[in-house]
């Protein structure tokens, strides 16, 4: 069954923002096999830009997400602010 699942839409720059991995296959690498299809893909298909995005750390909280886009060679552009729903 699948562990992992992505979204890539057919932009000449793909946009690699939608990917999930279940809870139980956390911590397994599953983020990182995903963005590497989809780096692999967009190379294939002869992009030559990719772009993508994470929330900032929030709270001390690691970020997965954001050490596998550095770990692949993505830098920050940009920042934007996390909001919080009000208690």
């Known amino acids: 069954s699948p562990c992992a699942a992505f979204g890539m839409p057919p932009f000449f720059r793909p946009w690699l923002g939608v990917a999930g991995v279940l809870p139980g296959y956390r911590g397994r690498s599953a983020h990182g096999a995903l963005m590497a299809a989809r780096i692999g893909g967009a190379i294939e298909a ?26 692949f060679g993505f830098v920050r552009v940009a920042s934007r602010l996390n909001y919080e729903a009000a208690a």
């Not at 900032?56 to 886009?69: I, Q, R, T, Y």
């Open 46 to 71: 002869g992009c030559t830009a990719i772009v993508t995005e994470t929330g900032e750390p929030a709270g001390g909280e690691p970020n997965p997400s954001l050490a596998d886009m550095l770990r």
